[in-house]
């Protein structure tokens, strides 16, 4: 279905003449277009993207939190002299009546930001200098805004990443067993179970006040990094959709789960996965290098463990679904949950034979 964007776009304070628009990137949840306006003669570029009203709930409050934390960014980014501050930190446009959002006729939720010229992002990494620019512009990022003022953010999608929260919803499932399952996947429910203890070391830190919340991404997947098409270096963290309070180790050990993997994420060849240990070090790099300096030591002590703790939350979420009958994450083939669950499991199977080299590596670069 085609969407004509000019009448959207007309709704934002946008100035100049609508030339043209077009659908734009790769992702899969919300609606993206480029649309190109003439301002006096010089072409000017924005994005608009339709929220997708079946992954945000709240579209008003997750707007609240992009534009609280875009503001503060390029406010610190600013003060610090950086001459590129609208190009490191996301520019939400207004719209003309004065909100972060634009609503169709058909109920339709729209934002617009200024469009990041000489910068893209890449779904594959195909260097390792990539990998430790965009793991430093997450640290970046969360460095901007760990002094965040006002009140907390809004947590859109509550519990998000809280393992123990997660790993009760998997028992559950085990114990109802609605779709007769449980027994074909005895093996994953036993690795699942037998790692329990896993899930509430960094919950219990917090609780204890040895590891502080912060802002965090949620969503450190390396393509939400734009890089400088001349220099590769990060220019600027992209899709803040849940930005929203967490444990800056949640941000690290989602990096390390994306990142590390040496095979497809449904990888159905399980001799084929495991934790590459080279990316990890430039992501533990990369990341320390901006990071490094308010990280506390609890958190840093914690890294390897981040790695190997996102991976499983992921493995289990997978699983949980393949038991209640494949309802949440899209399947392409019979089995692709526990597939996906499959691999997850071999990821921190593989961390947790690496622990001890990779634990040795952070530590040099904490001295």
Not at 234 to 259: N, Q
Not at 292 to 299: A, T
């Amino acid at each position: 279905m085609s969407i004509d964007i000019k009448p959207i776009a007309s709704k934002f304070a946008i100035y100049g003449d609508f030339v043209k628009a077009a659908p734009y990137g790769s992702g899969h949840i919300n609606d993206t277009f480029c649309a190109e306006f003439d301002q006096a003669g010089a072409p000017v570029r924005y994005i608009l993207q339709r929220l997708s009203p079946v992954a945000f709930k709240k579209p008003v409050e997750l707007m609240e939190n992009v534009q609280r934390v875009t503001e503060h960014a390029q406010k610190m980014l600013a003060e610090a002299g950086d001459p590129e501050a609208t190009r490191k930190a996301l520019t939400v446009i207004m719209a003309k009546d004065g909100k972060p959002y634009v609503i169709d006729d058909e109920g339709g939720f729209w934002r617009a930001y200024l469009f990041i010229e000489k910068a893209q992002t890449y779904d594959i990494i195909e260097k390792t200098e990539w990998a430790f620019e965009a793991a430093k512009a997450f640290g970046e990022f969360q460095k901007l805004l760990k002094d965040l003022p006002g009140e907390r953010l809004h947590e859109t999608i509550p519990n998000f990443h809280h393992t123990r929260e997660r790993f009760n919803t998997l028992k559950a499932a085990i114990e109802a067993d609605t779709h007769g399952r449980a027994e074909k996947v005895q093996a994953e429910i036993e690795f699942a179970l037998s790692r329990e203890a896993m899930v509430d070391v960094l919950l219990d830190l917090q609780a204890e006040g040895k590891i502080p919340e912060r802002v965090t991404h949620n969503d450190t997947k390396l393509n939400n990094v734009m890089l400088d098409d001349k220099t590769g270096e990060g220019v600027c963290v992209i899709d803040l959709d849940t930005t929203m309070p967490g444990l800056a180790l949640y941000d690290f050990g989602d990096m390390v789960r994306t990142a590390c993997n040496s095979a497809a994420e449904d990888e159905m060849d399980l001799s084929k996965v495991f934790a590459r240990r080279d990316m990890f070090e430039t992501l533990v790099s990369g990341y320390l290098s901006s990071a490094g300096d308010f990280l506390n030591d609890v958190e840093k002590a914690h890294l390897v463990h981040s790695g190997k703790l996102l991976s499983f939350e992921c493995g289990i979420r997978f699983l949980t679904d393949y038991l209640q009958g494949d309802v949440y994450f899209k399947i392409k083939r019979e089995n692709h949950n526990i597939d996906r669950c499959r691999t997850q499991f071999r990821l921190v199977e593989s961390i947790e034979d690496q622990a001890e080299e990779w634990q040795a590596f952070v530590d040099t670069q904490c001295k």
